[in-house]
């Protein structure tokens, strides 16, 4: 396995990943493994997000009203 050594990270931020840690019953460094394998392995797609969202409204609701007129700078 590789390692990866991360400098200069804020107080704040370190105190918030031990607290997070804490709260998942995990060291801050698997919590970290965690965060990164979350954010850059385990993306949902575009269509998984999409199919995610709730079915609220009709088509109607979203279409452009063209009888009003619109301002156009150039």
Same mark, same amino acid.
């Given at each position: 396995?590789?390692?990866?050594?991360? &400098? $200069?990270?804020?107080?704040?931020?370190?105190?918030?990943l031990?607290?997070?840690?804490?709260? $998942?019953?995990?060291?801050?460094?698997? @919590?970290?493994?965690?965060?990164?394998?979350?954010?850059?392995v @385990?993306?949902?797609?575009?269509?998984a997000?999409?199919?995610?969202?709730? %079915?609220?409204?009709? %088509?109607? %609701?979203?279409?452009?009203?063209? %009888?009003?007129? &619109? &301002?156009?700078?150039?």
């Amino acid at each position: 396995m590789s390692q990866l050594l991360v &400098r $200069n990270i804020a107080p704040t931020v370190v105190k918030a990943l031990r607290e997070r840690a804490a709260r $998942n019953g995990r060291s801050a460094e698997a @919590e970290h493994r965690e965060i990164l394998r979350e954010a850059l392995v @385990e993306r949902p797609s575009l269509v998984a997000l999409l199919l995610a969202m709730p %079915d609220v409204g009709d %088509d109607a %609701d979203f279409e452009r009203r063209r %009888d009003l007129p &619109r &301002r156009v700078k150039l």
